[in-house]
């Protein structure tokens, strides 16, 4: 019986002329990265939300006699700095279509973001504790501005979830160099 068998022919791999190391491919820029649009659009809502918390807070009288509004008072200052100034380099890169693709860079914008991230979230579940504490523990909410303290923890909560996708997205960057 004569049947015809099928046949692999292997295939061999093309020469490299660089000594066996392919030269490595880079990742294109994914929205949210520093220098591109999503990266300033989450850049302009961290500052929107921060400098919405820090004004609420700010304008109540009473914020000063609690460590933990001070705390939020300052953390969504700093926050609304930082995100101020990245914010100035994304429209620059922008503008002058540069990647901000470097080591440096991108490792100074991770942990700048995992810093003012940091502080943010802790100063916002600070405040939430003492404004639950006011509202349902103390039952004192009719002395106090507990709608102004509640606000002002909710925006600094936006600002730190605004700000996560900036510092996750430069520390993946950084991590698969």
């Not at 400098?51 to 109540?60: F, G, S």
């Amino acid at each position: 019986m004569n049947v015809s068998h099928a046949s692999v022919h292997p295939v061999e791999d093309p020469p490299t002329t660089d000594g066996g190391n392919a030269p490595r491919v880079r990742m294109k820029d994914i929205q949210g990265m520093p220098g591109t649009p999503g990266g300033l659009t989450l850049r302009i809502c961290q500052l929107i939300f921060a400098v919405a918390a820090l004004c609420v807070m700010a304008t109540t009288s009473d914020f000063p006699s609690v460590t933990a509004f001070c705390f939020l008072v300052a953390a969504a200052g700093l926050q609304s700095l930082w995100s101020l100034s990245l914010a100035i380099v994304d429209i620059y890169a922008l503008l002058v279509m540069r990647s901000l693709q470097n080591n440096r860079i991108v490792s100074l914008f991770a942990v700048g973001d995992g810093i003012t991230s940091t502080l943010t979230f802790a100063a916002a579940c600070a405040s939430a504790g003492i404004t639950v504490l006011i509202d349902n523990d103390l039952q004192s909410c009719y002395q106090n501005h507990c709608v102004q303290f509640e606000t002002a923890t909710a925006m600094a909560f936006i600002s730190w979830f605004t700000a996560l996708p900036s510092f996750l997205l430069n520390f993946w960057s950084l991590a698969s160099r």
